[in-house]
């Protein structure tokens, strides 16, 4: 079905099964002290599962590329050590694996970071020490010497990280170089940083050795690179020895969404197409590529030789195998939601997936047994003895994840559905513009019920009666949650609509609008409300919007942003003190943020809301009073659980699991409810 995608590559020294590479993205597993097994794991279960060659998270070269203090480097025999364990792993499923260096530059998070001139980033409190002339030749030979190590090690190559704002990238940009020595001012002195270390890695890992340079090929910030500068440097790192060029979008700064699910899919290949046919060696294209009809589109269309994809292998390390044997609709698609990967990552936890739990669990859990005795994991689940009648009623996010779990165990599983569709509040997630894709996440739930053999009873409300008529054993109550009404004044004024009924498509909405509450569903519906509707995002529409010039005009490709002017005026409140929508995703936030600004939306703190009445919604914001003249008001203020099964079926001596928002409401999301259904069947 994909024959563009499983088409090898030839290296020369070296063949990759297939295009699909998985690429780098740090996970927290680096910096584990358990001799790097978990990670080892890790990449094993998605080397068996067919990626034709993985990247692993940045490594830096010295203490001073550290992204944050003690990362992971790559400086001594007792990391190369513990990396065989990474390696072996890998080709013990028949995999091939390189090791990402990157030195972080200005953007590391600890003081003693260095960049080759001494200009804050926004992104990081410490600004950076200017580096001497001798500092950057030692810098170089560190680059050389961790990728020998890398080899040392086992890897069958590395990938030097020249892109999205790093060290490398900070001496190509005149944004970040405003030296006047021989390694800045003109271009051929901004780029002799990144040349040099492509040589010096090559001379010293050796030429059968896998060397991929992450180019950075749209950087997204003012005083970045002209395209004919990218192209020269391209030409100038194939010169150097290169095997492959990776693309890099954006750096870290750049006010632009690159990879979240707002960004529509494939929206960068264009950019490596631009230098497809300029080169020798292949070419890789990244950037919100999430199935394998995309990348054989893409490859079949020739934006690039390879595709890149890392959060995909994520939320299903089987996505190549899948793919391949005729099975794509099982795949757990990577919703780019970034809400237990990038925003683990950028808190400081470990990575996962919402939609897939066990993502950097593998060590722990019994699908991804490794064959190697050394790399047994400690505790294993295993399947249950004796095979229960369990109910669960409810198939939103929680419901779906453990009837699914529970009947792959081998239990006999009933799901109960008020409803007449499986998903929950899913269905009205995947309505707002830009969270399309939460529609894979229902159909591969829908197919995982099939294939596991759950009895799925659509538009059935059950009661406790029901369900001890029918004999369950025990019961999983993934009811969810009900909106909650706040106590104003008026709540129940013909004015006041609930996101439901603005979702549901159930009430024509007006043209001043009042939200109360700024949560994610607040974000949400502002956004659904000032979008046009049934329209797919297209690439053109979201550069527009973001401010992308696809002609590259100006440095960096950046052009003024143009954002439609919505139809309606909306007010999105919240009580609380603090921005508005503090509390959204870590690294997606603030594009939510920027987006509804972008669309004039006036979003207010510290609101005392007084009553609601035919004139409006009146309100209080540090004692002074005024009235909203607004058509509607919807009410986004949190929700409270649906528990009410709960006390009969107790009473009748059911054994009963409460999980997602039947269990908590407060602080709940899909990844939360997920990860609760997979728990139930853990045990
Ligand atoms: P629900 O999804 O509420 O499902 C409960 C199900 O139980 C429903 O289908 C209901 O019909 C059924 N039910 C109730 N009582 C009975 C009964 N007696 N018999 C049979 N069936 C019954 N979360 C994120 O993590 N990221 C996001 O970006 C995100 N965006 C969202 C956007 C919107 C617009 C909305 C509304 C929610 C969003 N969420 C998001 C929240 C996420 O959808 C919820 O956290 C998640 O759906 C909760 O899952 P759940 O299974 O606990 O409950
Ligand atoms: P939420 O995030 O808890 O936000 C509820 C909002 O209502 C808050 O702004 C709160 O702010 C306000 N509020 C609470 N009680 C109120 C009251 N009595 N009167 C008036 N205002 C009140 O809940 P949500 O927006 O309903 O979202 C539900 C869950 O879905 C969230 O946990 C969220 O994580 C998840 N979700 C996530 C995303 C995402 O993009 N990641 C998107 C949608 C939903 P004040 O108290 O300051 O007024
Ligand atoms: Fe993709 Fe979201 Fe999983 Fe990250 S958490 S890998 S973005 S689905």
Redesign the pocket.
Known sequence: MFPHLFTPLDLGFTTLPNRALMGSMHTGLEEKKDDLRALAAYFAARARGGAGLMVTGGIAPNRQGWLAPFGAKMTSGGEVRKHRNVTQAVHDEGGKICMQILHAGRYGMHPFLVAPSAIKAPISPFKPWKMSGRLIRATIHDFADAAARAREAGYDGVEIMGSEGYLINQFIAPRTNHRTDEWGGSFENRIRFPQEIMQKVREKAGKDFIVIFRVSMLDLVEEGSTWEEVEALALAIEAAGATMINTGIGWHEARVPTIATLVPRGAYAWVTKRLMGKLRIPLIATNRINTPEKAEELLREGFADMISMARPFLADPDFMVKAKTQRADEINTCIA?N?ACLDHIFRGKTASCLVNPRACREWELPSILSTRDHLQPSTVNRPPSTVKKVAVVGAGPAGLSASTELAALGHEVHLFEASVEIGG?FNL?KRIPGKEEFYETLRYFRKMLDKNGVNVHLNTRVTAEMLQAQGFEKVVLATGIR??T???EGIEHPKVLS?LEVLQGQKQVGAQVAI?????????VAAYLTHEHGEQPSVAHYQQEWGIDPTYSQRGGVARPAAETPKRQIWL????KGKVGE???KT?GWA?RLGLKARNVQMW?E?E?RRIDDEGLHIAIQGQEQCLQVDHVIV????EPLRELQAPLEAMGIPVQLIGGAKEA?????KRAIAEGWEVAKG
């Open positions: 939601c809400q509040q997630a909106p909650r706040p106590h104003i996101y109360i509450g700024a949560g994610g569903i607040g974000f949400d409140l919240q009580r609380s509390k959204l995703g997606t939510h703190n609101v809301y986004c203020a949190g929700q407060g602080e709940l999301d899909a």
